[in-house]
């Protein structure tokens, strides 16, 4: 199993840029693809961002291609994602997540995430 732990939230202006960390334990960091999703208030869980299991494969929502970026650091068992021109419609809960998989998976399904983080606040005002 591998635990996952969320930081570098917090609240921002629209414009601003944030980097969100999220830190892997207890297995092989490089056996897993991760994926960051967020939640905001009365909303379903959405996709934001993937990365495979050696960072040379990575998948964005439409929402915020070209504003995020998504990397991984497999000698410190981290995830980042890169937060830029940030909009007030980025507020959300931001969950980091974890599967094992091989290859170029990057899925973009919550379901297919068997480990999450307790996720980290994100407020953009305007």
């Known amino acids: 199993q591998v635990q996952l732990v969320e930081s570098g939230g917090g609240l921002a202006q629209a414009g601003d840029s944030l980097r969100l960390s999220c830190a892997a334990s207890g297995s092989t960091f490089s056996s897993y693809a991760m994926g960051w999703f967020r939640q905001a208030p009365g909303k379903e869980r959405e996709f934001v961002a993937a990365?495979?299991?050696?960072?040379?494969?990575?998948k964005y929502a439409d929402s915020v291609r070209g504003r995020f970026t998504i990397s991984r650091d497999n000698a410190k068992n981290t995830v980042y994602l890169q937060m830029s021109s940030l909009k007030p419609e980025d507020t959300a809960v931001y969950y980091c997540a974890a599967v094992r998989a091989a290859g170029s998976y990057t899925g973009k399904s919550a379901g297919d995430y068997g480990y999450w983080g307790q996720g980290t606040q994100v407020t953009v005002s305007s």
């Open positions: 990365i495979n299991w050696s960072g040379g494969y990575v």
